[in-house]
């Protein structure tokens, strides 16, 4: 069985400019969520999706972050303009139904200078 | 507000012996509490999972126990093996929200 997908696998920008990330989910997944981990803590979740409706975006930053959900497959998370503080490692992982065992993707981890 | 505490950072093992891992929550909705564990440039895979109803679970090498009346968690890893070593996240369920909050982590070293 195929994992969780992710791209890039690194990328480093300069504040103010943009970013996107994709994830492509266990097929068969309904739900798909967006993690922030920064060095030191936890996973934060940005953003949670049941198929292609949002379940969860009350930790999103939406006056710089957005996320989409396409079909209810693939998945693209974007940070326009970027902060340093935005510097972290971006988690996806799907399941297949809410909450239900969480699988996750290698992330990308962001560099903002 | 920190609702899953890791108070540890980091924790070193001899090979073979046993690893206690700890974890402290605050919210009473909680009803379910995982362990994830994470290798470096890899995303977190889920280890073994307790529901607030029981107290113990256990499979293979790892054990994990619920004190519900002390909001606290540990699992036990016995005995411990180099491949072990990771950062291991505990996570709690919101009962009322279905959302998962993450602990900080604790980097367990197991020492050959």
């Known amino acids: 069985e195929a994992g969780v997908a992710q791209s890039p696998r690194y990328k480093i920008i300069e504040k103010r400019q943009s970013v996107a990330f994709w994830c492509n989910p266990i097929?068969?997944?309904?739900?798909l969520y967006w993690y922030q981990q920064i060095l030191g803590q936890g996973p934060k979740l940005l953003i949670q999706?049941?198929?292609?409706?949002?379940?969860?975006d009350s930790q999103l930053p939406k006056d710089r972050f957005s996320a989409e959900r396409l079909k209810g497959v693939d998945s693209t998370l974007k940070i326009q303009p970027a902060k340093l503080e935005d510097s972290a490692v971006y988690l996806c992982?799907?399941?297949?139904?809410?909450?239900?065992?969480?699988?996750f993707g290698s992330g990308t981890q962001l560099s903002v200078l | 507000d920190q609702q899953v505490k890791q108070n540890s950072p980091s924790l070193s093992v001899q090979e073979g012996r046993i690893s206690i891992l700890n974890c402290d929550y605050t919210?009473?909705?909680?009803?379910?509490f995982l362990w994830y564990k994470k290798y470096p440039a890899e995303g977190p895979t889920f280890l073994i999972s307790i529901s607030s109803i029981k107290d113990k679970n256990e499979d293979g090498r790892f054990t994990v126990f619920l004190n519900k009346s002390a909001k606290h968690l540990s699992l036990h890893i016995v005995p411990s093996q180099p491949g072990d070593s990771a950062v291991y996240f505990c996570?709690?369920?919101?009962?009322?929200?279905?959302?998962?909050?993450f602990g900080t982590g604790t980097l367990l070293a197991v020492q050959p």
């Open positions: 996570a709690a369920k919101d009962g009322a929200t279905n959302k998962l909050i």
């Open positions: 919210n009473s909705m909680f009803d379910y």
């Open positions: 999706f049941q198929n292609n409706g949002v379940v969860d």
């Open positions: 992982a799907s399941s297949l139904d809410t909450w239900e065992k969480l699988f």
């Open positions: 097929s068969g997944h309904a739900t």
